[in-house]
């Protein structure tokens, strides 16, 4: 065989090798800060490793895992407590790490895998401000449910549309809790408000997000779930199965990623872009270069 040719087969393997690898991934998000930072990252990570990727975020938690499912998003990270109780159905209470295990089982039975979960817990909380629970000596959810139904009939709840209704949500909450706000005193609205709503005093008690950077920032205090009503919300990367067989080192490389966040890092990073006003693209970049990943 001529130098010539060699070369030539040469280049034909190593451009084969590159196409195999370089079928575009779709990388999913949600609508949210935690979502779209772990979307860019996720992004901008597997660019970084040679991968052609398409990102498409800002979507809702039932789209986006349709369209996962359908084959039109590749890979997002879920919320353990999401795939167990809105996708899959199950009401039963569990530890943390029979639901990881539970999902696994449902969601591979439908060609979806669950990597390694991250140390992120991004569950639902509830907050009010520091010195108003001091005052009211309130540190539990219990503690709050006995405020309500005595001197706190008037309290007013701020909640995103989406948790009025869940089966993890108010409702059951109330029920698990024994207490019930009025109608009129549960205030709906977009997920990001509930905050400056606390924080300006025009609600009392506000649904947040256990990993979102402007509970530290806004001196909120997090009542503690003494019941364990909220379920763990780990933060995990789930893929195609045959995204997977396709790309063998994206489970490695999705895994090394998840292994770096936990509950701090992500709130700092959360606060970085809700409470300093940072992008989202650059707070993803700095993360990774950080971390040495870019």
Do not use: H
């Not at 991934?25 to 949210?32: P, Q, S």
Request: charged content about 25%; hydrophobic content about 40%; proline content about 2%.
């Amino acid at each position: 065989m001529s130098k010539f040719s060699t070369l030539f087969c040469a280049a034909v393997i190593a451009l084969t090798s590159t196409i195999s690898q370089a079928d575009e991934l779709v990388v999913g998000g949600k609508g949210f800060t935690e979502q779209l930072l772990v979307a860019s990252m996720t992004q901008q990570y597997l660019v970084g490793q040679g991968y052609d990727v398409d990102k498409r975020d800002g979507m809702g938690s039932t789209v986006l895992r349709k369209a996962q499912e359908n084959g039109q998003i590749d890979l997002y990270w879920e919320y353990t407590g999401t795939s167990l109780i809105t996708f899959n159905k199950i009401k039963e209470r569990m530890s943390a790490d029979d639901a990881y295990a539970k999902i696994k089982e449902l969601d591979g039975k439908k060609g979806l895998v669950w990597l390694e979960r991250s140390q992120a817990n991004n569950t639902y909380a509830l907050a009010m401000r520091a010195d108003d629970a001091a005052a009211k000596n309130i540190v539990t959810i219990s503690d709050f449910a006995a405020y309500v139904n005595s001197d706190g009939k008037d309290t007013i709840f701020a909640s995103n549309v989406e948790f009025a209704a869940r089966p993890d949500g108010l409702k059951p909450m109330q029920k698990e809790y024994d207490f019930k706000f009025t109608r009129k005193n549960v205030k709906k609205m977009n997920s990001g408000l509930t905050y400056q709503a606390l924080k300006t005093g025009d609600v009392d008690v506000s649904l947040v997000f256990a990993t979102d950077g402007r509970i530290k920032a806004f001196n909120f205090v997090v009542l503690k779930d003494d019941k364990g009503f909220f379920p763990n919300y780990a933060l995990v990367p789930v893929v195609r199965k045959d995204t997977l067989d396709k790309n063998p080192k994206l489970a490695e490389q999705l895994n090394t990623l998840s292994a770096l966040l936990n509950d701090e890092v992500m709130a700092t990073l959360n606060a970085a872009v809700d409470v300093e006003g940072k992008s989202i693209e650059s707070v993803a970049k700095q993360f990774l270069v950080d971390n040495k990943l870019i």
